[in-house]
C-alpha cells in the first residue's frame, strides 16, 4: 500500500529555479519519491480503486497522521470551498453519492454508523464488486451534482 499523500504533494512550487542547487536536488529527489509511490488509487484521470477495509494498525497510523495535519486539511478545504468544483470532483461526489445510495439499498435504510464492523467490510466487499452499476448511477447523478455545486456557489455569492 503506497504511503498516504499529504498537502504538500497537490502544492506545485518549482523549486528548481531558486539558484540554490541543494533546494533543487531536493525538489527532485521529493518529485521522484512521490513519482514511485503512486498507485492506481491516486491516480487524477480515473476514479479511485476502492481498496481493502483498513486494518486496525492503518486506521490508528492515518488516525495519527489527520491530526497532525488537521490545520493544514482544514486551510485547503476552506480553499477548495471558495472554488468552483472542477468535473474530477463533480464525478467523485457523484459516485460517492451513488455508494451511498447502493449502501441504503443494502441495508434497508439502516444508517451505516448503526452497523457493526463486521457487517459493514461485508457490505463494502459487495459494493466493491458493483463497479460498473456504480459508474452508471454516478453517470445519471452527475448533472444533478453539478447543479447542487453551482447553487451552492451562487448562494455564497449572494451572502457576500
Do not use: C
Not at 527532485?28 to 483498513?54: F, N, Q, V, W
Not at 468535473?87 to 453519492?97: C, G, S
Not at 453551482?150 to 455564497?156: M, Q, S, V
Amino acid at each position: 500500500m503506497a504511503k498516504p499523500m499529504s498537502l504538500k504533494t497537490f502544492i506545485n512550487v518549482d523549486y528548481t529555479q531558486t539558484g540554490d542547487p541543494q533546494q533543487a536536488y531536493n525538489a527532485k529527489k521529493r518529485k521522484r519519491d512521490i513519482g514511485a509511490g503512486t498507485d492506481a488509487e491516486y491516480s487524477s484521470t480515473h476514479a479511485p480503486i476502492e481498496t481493502e477495509a483498513l486494518t486496525v494498525q492503518q486506521r490508528r497510523k492515518l488516525a495519527r497522521n489527520l491530526k497532525k495535519n488537521k490545520a493544514k486539511i482544514a486551510r485547503g478545504r476552506k480553499i477548495a470551498a471558495r472554488r468552483v468544483a472542477n468535473m474530477d470532483t463533480l464525478k467523485k461526489r457523484a459516485r460517492r453519492q451513488a455508494r451511498k445510495a447502493i449502501v441504503k439499498k443494502i441495508t434497508k435504510g439502516i444508517d451505516k454508523s448503526e452497523l457493526s464492523v463486521a457487517r459493514r467490510a461485508e457490505i463494502e466487499k459487495r459494493v466493491g464488486k458493483m463497479g460498473s452499476r456504480i459508474d452508471r448511477i454516478a453517470k445519471k447523478l452527475l448533472p444533478t451534482v453539478r447543479k447542487s455545486e453551482l447553487a451552492r456557489k451562487r448562494g455564497a455569492k449572494k451572502s457576500d
